[in-house]
T-cell receptor, first 113, second 110 residues
Framework: DARVTQTPRDKVTEMGQEVTMRCQPI?????VFWYRQTMMQGLELLAY????????DSGMPKDRFSAEMPDATLATLKIQPSEPRDSAVYFC???????????FGQGTRLTVV | QKEVEQNSGPLSVPEGAIASLNCTYS??????FFWYRQYSGKSPELIMS????GDKEDGRFTAQLNKASQYVSLLIRDSQPSDSATYLC??????????FGGGTRVLVKP
């Protein structure tokens, strides 16, 4: 059963700490997305990659967020330093570029206190 | 103006009736259109994809696309309480950028 895997599922951290979220896309998928979901803003696109190359990261606060794909099986999203306003559910999704669709992981619920 | 707009609802539908959800988008160059279902506390789940004008049916779901009007809709026939969820419209632009609407909450009442 192919699925996107995200770790950790839940993270509580103190303001100012570094947070790293990891994602294993579905094998063979060449597009990876990072989204953030809050009640107020809904699903916001933070960044996305095709064939491991970043295509658009305009949705991310550049001073504190970074997204990378060290290899085809791993995508990471880092926040340093974290702030309470970063509290949200972060989703990773993957898909095939010629289809345009995205399949979501279970998300990481981040709480910054 | 948001790139993808949906009525937030809630859309209250009697069990067995048809639920009709609407979505408009601003980018005329959009190429792919999707409907996702999201239960509370869960991740979005892809339920329909549509790429060309017209209707596409899959079980109790029908997606309708009108590119000239920049409009995509979802019909849920014979609505069941298990259909109660938030339905998200997503639009894919050139370069595979996938943008979501705010979602429509649907409540199916027995």
């Amino acid at each position: 059963d192919a699925r996107v895997t995200q770790t950790p599922r839940d993270k509580v951290t103190e303001m100012g700490q570094e947070v790293t979220m990891r994602c294993q896309p579905i094998l063979g998928h060449n597009t990876v997305f990072w989204y953030r979901q809050t009640m107020m803003q809904g699903l916001e696109l933070l960044a996305y990659f095709r064939n491991r190359a970043p295509l658009d990261d305009s949705g991310m606060p550049k001073d504190r967020f970074s997204a990378e794909m060290p290899d085809a099986t791993l995508a990471t999203l880092k926040i340093q330093p974290s702030e309470p306003r970063d509290s949200a559910v972060y989703f990773c999704a993957s898909g095939l570029a010629d289809r345009g669709e995205a399949f979501f992981g279970q998300g990481t619920r981040l709480t910054v206190v | 103006q948001k790139e993808v707009e949906q009525n937030s609802g809630p859309l209250s539908v009697p069990e067995g009736a048809i639920a009709s959800l609407n979505c408009t988008y601003s980018d005329r160059g959009s190429q792919s259109f999707f409907w996702y279902r999201q239960y509370s506390g869960k991740s979005p789940e892809l339920i329909m994809s549509i790429y060309s004008n017209g209707d596409k049916e899959d079980g109790r779901f029908t997606a309708q696309l009108n590119k000239a009007s920049q409009y995509v809709s979802l019909l849920i026939r014979d609505s069941q309480p298990s259909d109660s969820a938030t339905y998200l419209c997503a639009v894919g632009a050139a370069g595979n950028k996938l943008t979501f609407g705010g979602g429509t909450r649907v409540l199916v009442k027995p």
